[in-house]
């Protein structure tokens, strides 16, 4: 769910980029353009719903099974560049 000033936000860009691509400001693909992202952002507003928020969701919860999944190579046996000064026990 988009917050209500989510939505304010994107019924505001719907209106710059549909003006835009109405008046004639900008033609051709850039017009093209304005046109379908000022309906996808209106398509959004109505729905007070963004498919951004749920792909952000599954790349966090992508990212965190392959940190758990990773093993953990910061442990006091292994050699390290960074760590030359230690004096082995």
């Not at 017009?31 to 951004?52: D, E, H, K, R």
């Not at 442990?75 to 760590?83: A, F, L």
Request: charged share 15%; glycine share 6%; with cysteine.
């Amino acid at each position: 769910m988009i917050t209500k000033d989510g939505v304010i936000a994107r019924f505001i860009f719907t209106f710059c980029l549909f003006y835009l691509s109405g008046t004639q400001i900008l033609t051709g693909w850039a017009g093209a353009a304005c046109g379908i992202i000022g309906t996808a952002f209106l398509v959004s507003a109505l729905m007070q719903y963004s498919p951004i928020y749920e792909l952000y969701e599954i790349i966090m919860e992508s990212r965190m099974r392959k940190k758990q999944t990773l093993p953990n190579t910061n442990d006091d046996t292994s050699p390290s560049i960074i760590n030359n000064n230690k004096t082995p026990a």
